[in-house]
């Protein structure tokens, strides 16, 4: 992190807008200082459900014996942070994540969810695997690159539930700091101990819980389970996925899903607003986007068949020739 004015030069000279550090200290690379609950709204998704959802997070951590600072994360979600004794791997931390998420999901079954698959999903996920290794998140103060220079806003618990995230913007804060002061400066004061969250994980496996997906590009893990695919053998698919567009830019994507529901009105008409599937998807230097519709609410006798999706991108062709930037 920024740490004096010659960094702070450093970032700006590299067009940094947003800072988004890992859970861990200089000293150890191993045992991350910071849980991170990181509350993800779905497509359509108000605000007000992910300030409910935050506030269950709270009360979870609190039942557990950890103290959780809340901040605004500058887009449409919430991120909740714990400091904890660098004692715990990225494994075990995740796991205490996984149980936390669970357990918010058990409290709050209509707004919460912890099912990793965005076919799966409902109201607001609670993102654990924002604690596997390598993972970040923006950091407290962050300016993010929207039109009204939103910034991730550190608060305090008691205005979680009234909060507005555009009200933290780069021109307001600097006020905002001054009159308040910085609501998470005691965060570094009282390390929290992960014991009960793990011990929560141990008791879920007993009743049942296995491992929870990890990310596909992480190695698969003993007990993780598979994702649930179409069945070829059953009349009504588990998840009637279809890929309606690849694109370099998500707005050739959205022209492309635009073009899909022309030309099927029948079935576009029965989409719920979260059964559209918008993933942000790796290159190699770059991100390119793919568009899913899930057909659960279409009629059979509406759901279109097999179709190439339209564009059809293809993020590794350049390599194919020869050539690896992405195209």
């Known amino acids: 992190m920024v740490s004096d004015l010659a960094q702070l030069v450093w970032i700006v000279n590299l067009g940094t807008?947003?800072?988004?550090p890992h859970?861990?200290?200089a000293?150890?690379?191993?045992?991350?200082?910071?849980?991170?609950?990181?509350?993800d709204p779905?497509?359509?998704?108000?605000?007000?459900?992910v300030r409910r959802v935050a506030l269950v997070a709270g009360d979870v951590l609190r039942d557990h014996g950890l103290v959780g600072f809340p901040k605004t994360s500058g887009s449409r979600g919430m991120h909740v942070l714990v400091r904890l004794a660098p004692r715990w791997t990225f494994e075990e931390v995740r796991s205490a994540a996984v149980a936390l998420a669970r357990e918010v999901e058990r409290r709050a079954p209509e707004l919460a969810t912890s099912k990793w698959w965005k076919e799966e999903r409902h109201g607001v996920f609670v993102d654990y695997n924002q604690n596997a290794k390598d993972r970040t998140v923006c950091s407290a103060y962050s300016v993010r690159p929207v039109p009204d220079a939103r910034v991730s806003a550190p608060l305090e618990w008691d205005e979680v539930a009234t909060c507005d995230p555009s009200a933290f913007t780069l021109y307001t804060m600097p006020a905002r700091l001054a009159a308040r002061g910085d609501p998470h400066a005691p965060i570094d004061?009282?390390?929290?101990?992960?014991?009960?969250?793990?011990?929560?994980?141990r008791a879920q496996r007993e009743h049942g819980h296995g491992e929870a997906p990890w990310p596909p590009h992480y190695p698969k893990r003993d007990g993780e389970p598979d994702r649930a695919p179409p069945s070829k053998r059953r009349r009504t698919p588990v998840y009637p996925l279809v890929t309606v567009a690849k694109a370099a830019k998500e707005h050739e994507a959205r022209e492309g899903l635009e073009r899909w529901k022309a030309r099927h009105p029948g079935a576009a008409e029965h989409l719920a607003v979260d059964d559209v599937l918008v993933d942000s998807m790796r290159?190699?230097?770059?991100?390119?986007?793919?568009?899913?519709?899930?057909l659960r609410h279409v009629p059979d006798e509406l759901r279109p068949g097999d179709e190439a999706p339209d564009p059809d991108y293809d993020p590794w062709a350049a390599e194919r020739r020869g050539w690896a930037p992405d195209e």
């Open 27 to 39: 000293g150890d690379l191993d045992h991350p200082d910071e849980l991170r609950v990181d509350l």
């Open 17 to 20: 807008i947003e800072l988004n």
């Open 23 to 25: 859970p861990i200290r």
């Open 283 to 294: 290159g190699r230097s770059s991100t390119w986007t793919r568009i899913r519709v899930n």
């Open 42 to 49: 779905g497509p359509g998704v108000e605000f007000e459900a």
């Open 189 to 201: 004061a009282a390390p929290g101990d992960l014991a009960p969250l793990l011990d929560l994980a």
